[in-house]
């Protein structure tokens, strides 16, 4: 019989439930951040023309350290706000083409946020498991 915790989890998947998540936010952030990310460096994007590369680069820079931080657990919350941030940046940069986002931007709060409360009601539920 393996050891297990207090919830009746073997002590192995105690230490890989972590990992799963966190590739899990990867794999969904990756989802987020790939067109926008794209538009943004792409040397053949028509947001060359609306925005410099420094406000092109620091959006950029926002999604890639945001869905970074956002997979390691410990980190989050804080990708999740770099990431509320860089979509938000995005957002704005795009209306000023002109063009309509329709309801994309806010399915992918959505997903980002179904995501980071997760693992802040895994980290509550585990506090309250293993008190001290």
């Keep these: 019989m ?6 009746g989890l073997p002590a192995w998947r105690q230490k890989v439930m972590p990992w799963i998540m966190g590739l899990v936010r990867l794999g969904a952030g990756w989802v987020v951040v790939n067109a926008p990310l794209a538009e943004l ?3 053949g994007s028509f ?8 406000l092109r680069m620091t959006i950029a820079a926002l999604y890639a350290v945001g869905l970074a931080l ?5 980190t989050c919350f804080y990708g999740y706000g770099l990431l509320l941030l ?9 209306s000023r083409t ?3 986002s329709g309801l994309l ?15 802040w009601l895994t980290r509550r539920v585990q506090r309250r498991l293993y008190p001290g």
């Design 105 to 119: 931007p806010f399915r992918f709060v959505a997903v980002l946020t179904v995501l980071a409360f997760g693992e």
């Design 2 to 7: 393996l050891p297990t915790d207090a919830a």
């Design 86 to 94: 860089a979509i938000g940046g995005f957002e704005w940069l795009w």
């Design 98 to 100: 002109g063009l309509s």
């Design 41 to 43: 460096v792409d040397k």
């Design 47 to 54: 947001l060359r023309v609306l925005a410099g590369m420094p």
């Design 70 to 74: 956002f997979a390691w657990p410990r």
